[in-house]
């Protein structure tokens, strides 16, 4: 019986201390990460100011990271660099130039080999990498904006490239045209590497020693089709946003539903806010929200597993302001085999009291009775 009284003390005592400490936030808001890149159009010079929200960062960070070269194109990432193809798409508008441009910015992170692969997200944060992760932020650039792109694997050379198909052959190139016929198409090379940004490699140009390497073409079947969230960017300097998470309970029984909200402080907000639950520091996304007209979300979470979690919301941004993460705020979800256990335990305690409390009424029913047999 002390063990049952035990058990019940202490799921209270937990329940108890997880209420107080559920109601405050866990964290600051973590700061973006942001890198600049430049452009030069004839006269003109342009800045872009690239900004990763930690989640998203998170989200690439842990998802696991393949070396298998049938899973090489799932590195390129179409929707999750669209935002920052756009911008680039605003002032570089034809096909050619916008490659070259995309080209610029690849030829300014900085060359370093690194043996892992690396989603674009995470190589943009760190602002380096090697001929295979510039291919993988270069091809999910060009992809974003429905171009036909092959990534190009010289494995004598272990070096990595990307071809790109165009209507016409490349007016800018500075050598010979370079490209590969692959099933009838013709794709024109594009070189990653290279720290000139400004004098760099153009499409249709090939470093001379890959010229006449056996190349091995990878397609792009397998690139990833969606993602919870968005690089931002700007070509001006970025508003820093902010978003609030409010939640309807921070104690729930499992498989009730719970309610996420709040709001991003910036003038004539949209765009999608992406929730994320953890356990143990894994995030997910368990989904996305509209917002609406001023830049209010509402999210409704049903709970299906018990155990403690950790929930924030993550807006990517736009072209005037930089994305934002919320506070981190907690929540406990009571599983039901707990209630089940503590309702046995309280009806045992029930039990156990009506017994006691019968029993002793039968002995002062005994003792009340002794004196007159006696």
Not at 72 to 81: D, F, K, R
């Amino acid at each position: 019986m002390y063990i049952r009284k035990h058990l019940v003390r202490k799921f209270v005592i937990v329940v108890a201390i997880w209420s107080l400490i559920s109601i405050l936030p866990l964290s600051c808001y973590a700061q973006n990460y942001e890198q600049k890149y430049f452009f030069v159009k004839g006269k003109n010079t342009y800045r872009l100011t690239v900004s990763v929200t930690p989640s998203l960062y998170e989200y690439y960070n842990q998802k696991e990271h393949p070396l298998s070269q049938t899973q090489l194109a799932g590195y390129v990432t179409p929707y999750s660099l669209a935002l920052i193809a756009e911008d680039i798409r605003s002032v570089f508008t034809g096909e050619e130039e916008f490659i070259n441009a995309v080209l610029m910015l690849v030829h300014q992170i900085t060359y370093r080999v690194i043996d892992e692969a690396k989603y674009p997200v995470e190589t943009l944060v760190v602002n380096e990498g090697d001929c295979d992760l510039l291919s993988f932020i270069a091809a999910s650039l060009i992809k974003s904006q429905n171009m036909e792109v092959i990534l190009l694997l010289y494995e004598q050379e272990s070096h990595m490239n990307i071809g790109i198909n165009l209507p016409s052959p490349p007016k800018d190139a500075r050598t010979e045209i370079s490209y590969i016929e692959n099933e009838g198409v013709r794709y024109y090379i594009a070189e990653c590497t290279g720290n000139n940004w400004q004098n760099g490699w153009r499409i249709g140009e090939c470093p001379p020693e890959l010229e006449g390497s056996q190349v091995t073409v990878i397609s792009l079947d397998g690139y990833e089709q969606s993602a919870p969230g968005q690089v931002s960017s700007s070509f001006g300097n970025p508003e820093t946003s902010t978003i609030s998470l409010g939640i309807s309970s921070n104690i729930i029984l499992e498989g009730s539903d719970v309610v996420l909200s709040g709001q991003v402080s910036v003038s004539n907000p949209s765009g999608l806010v992406t929730l994320y639950i953890s356990t143990q520091n894994n995030w997910i996304a368990i989904g996305n929200k509209s917002l609406d007209s001023i830049g209010r979300y509402e999210f409704l979470w049903n709970t299906r597993s018990g155990g403690y979690y950790s929930v924030k919301a993550s807006w990517p941004g736009n072209e005037i302001y930089a994305g934002a993460d919320s506070t981190i705020v907690s929540i406990f979800i009571i599983p039901k085999f707990i209630i089940l256990i503590g309702g046995g335990l309280f009806t045992v305690i029930i039990i156990y009291v009506v017994l006691r409390l019968k029993n002793k009424k039968m002995q002062d029913n005994e003792l009340y009775e002794l004196p007159e047999n006696y």
